[in-house]
């Protein structure tokens, strides 16, 4: 007997039976329903005294029937079409007057199914048949285009297949539009929340953008949601999870993004209610280091912070395993290894914390000889996409050029220089830095900071031009407190060329520093004098050449 679902206890064996039988039936593809079926469901709904449901295949199979509302028949997973339809329609009883109810349309959007129809049943007699397709994203009716109620077999000359292809051709249409007006890559909607933090919350809600542009996304709209407290089921509360599905539909997007970090059981009930995939801001900066990682320390560091990360949320991810392999948040550990149990899971991660063990050793050595040398280490620091890697290409006239991205730079890049007064010196770059950094990034990374932490000095490198500099500036001393850094700093304010003069006066006169473009040349000789100077009263010993340089 094929399973039937939904509101089965108290049914005889009899009446299951004949439920059973409901598998056997077929509906041509071009048909709603026939008359057959629709007595044959009338009949049966009558004598069991309790609505019925079926869903149909594109062919008209029947592939589920259920006892109780549309809402309780449960839909298959992939059913749930991030672009497109389902394939899949939905056919059920009503026992008293009435259209569709909301619950059956939000079935009918939540599913992308090519259609619902609801029957209605009078003293075992089909009676008036209600239908309901989605509607275009952009068109003028809600979400959902509801045909005017009429008696079922008014409706046997509609061409439902004709129907469901010509909505999908305007989907496809509306997303090459789409495509062509914003670019393509995975389409994201961001999600902010503001506790009370007032513009710090809009900030990063402007961040949480240039993220998901970084790992090849696009943002096509960011809602800010503002709330007293978070709903520990949903984050932002179901009804807020309804508008956001439907500005997904809209938008054409198949994604997501959250600016806090869910919780394993906050993850899989929001994309159990939207359908969509759902991402945080932590998997996404994971997924950006990923991206970005390419030497063998930087892919070990990764792929650790990415265990360490994804380990408690493991379980019950069946449908977001099987979405692995492309598009935000999938880069790195891979499907693989990510369906293994727990326990090859923490082998995994000792192994890897082994290997990031041996690497600081190298890194120590290194250390340590270049101190027997007795040549000072400059560390550049500062926020991500601050300009720290120019300025250093500037500052040691070699290195990788720096990219206008998000965690460009992963693996530190030490490169030779010379100040006047002083003579040979080290630049190191480092990983950026931003607000709210995962902790898993950090421990991950923490051998790598060691750089910082024993360097003689720091360049704290300020994008002058970002609106919130000095918010940033704060973020990055704070992380270097919580390294325990306490070397000497010198502040750069970089972009200078491209920043409002108020600005950078603003910003000097609260901070001090010294205004540098590293593109154009300029501030870098009173840059190199600060540097000079900060290092001769930390002690440095200047070499005997140094003051021809």
């Known amino acids: 007997m094929e399973k039937i679902f939904g509101r089965t206890e108290g049914l005889k064996k009899s009446e299951l039976k004949k439920l059973s039988n409901l598998y056997r039936r077929r509906v041509p593809p071009e048909r709603v329903v026939t008359p057959e079926l629709a007595q044959a469901l009338a009949l049966l709904s009558a004598e069991v005294g309790r609505p019925l449901s079926l869903l149909l295949d594109r062919e008209g199979r029947v592939v589920r029937v259920g006892v109780g509302d549309a809402k309780e028949l449960p839909i298959p997973e992939g059913a749930r079409a991030e672009r497109r339809l389902s394939g899949f329609r939905l056919l059920h009883t009503h026992l008293s007057p009435g259209g569709l109810s909301r619950p059956d349309l939000s079935v009918l959007f939540l599913n992308r199914l090519d259609s619902i129809a609801a029957l209605e049943v009078e003293e075992g007699r089909p009676t008036t048949l209600h239908l309901a397709f989605l509607s275009p994203p952009k068109a003028l009716e809600e979400d959902w285009r509801i045909l005017p109620p009429r008696p079922y077999f008014q409706y046997l000359d509609l061409d439902h297949r004709k129907e469901v292809e010509a909505l999908e051709e305007e989907l496809a249409r509306q997303a090459r539009v789409r495509e062509l007006q914003d670019g393509s890559g995975e389409r994201a909607i961001l999600v902010g929340v503001d506790l009370g933090e007032g513009p710090e919350a809009e900030a990063g809600l402007r961040e949480l953008a240039e993220l998901t542009r970084t790992a090849g996304g696009v943002p096509v709209k960011k809602v800010l949601v503002y709330r007293k407290a978070l709903d520990p089921r949903y984050l932002v509360g179901l009804g807020k999870l309804e508008e956001l599905k439907s500005l997904a539909y809209h938008e054409n997007a198949s994604t997501l993004i959250f600016g806090l970090e869910l919780s394993p059981a906050q993850a899989r009930e929001i994309e159990r209610a939207t359908g969509l995939k759902v991402l945080d801001r932590t998997q ?37 395993l099987s979405r692995l392999g492309g598009g935000i948040g999938t880069r790195g550990p891979g499907e693989t290894k990510l369906e293994v149990d727990r326990r090859r899971l923490q082998e995994r991660i000792a192994h890897l914390s082994r290997k990031l063990e041996e690497y600081a050793k190298r890194r120590e050595e290194a250390r340590r000889q270049r101190k027997r040398r007795g040549v000072p280490l400059i560390a550049v620091v500062g926020y991500t996409n601050a300009g720290k890697t120019t300025l250093l290409q500037a500052l040691a006239r070699g290195g990788e050029p720096g990219e206008d991205k998000l965690f460009a730079t992963l693996r530190p890049l030490t490169r030779r220089g010379f100040l006047p007064g002083v003579g040979e010196v080290l630049f190191t770059d480092t990983v950026g830095f931003i607000r ?53 700093r010198v502040l750069a304010l970089a972009k200078a060329d491209r920043a409002a003069p108020y600005d950078l006066y603003y910003l000097k006169e609260r901070l001090g520093g010294v205004p540098v473009s590293a593109l154009k040349g300029t501030g870098l000789p009173e840059l190199k004098a600060a540097l000079a100077e900060a290092l001769l009263q930390a002690g440095a010993r200047p070499q005997a050449w140094a003051q021809y340089t």
Do not use: C, N, W
């Open 284 to 320: 996404l900066i994971l997924d950006i280091f990923a991206l970005h990682a390419k030497t063998p320390e930087a892919q070990a560091q990764v792929e650790l912070a990415q265990l360490k990360y994804l380990l408690p949320r493991l379980v019950g991810k069946g449908k977001e």
């Open 436 to 488: 709210k950094m995962p902790e898993e990034l950090l421990t991950a990374f923490r051998a790598t900071l060691e750089e910082v932490r024993e360097a003689d000095l720091l360049v704290h490198v300020l994008d002058a031009s970002e609106e919130g500099a000095l918010e940033r500036y704060r973020v990055v001393e704070a992380l270097l407190g919580e390294l325990g850094v306490e070397a000497p």
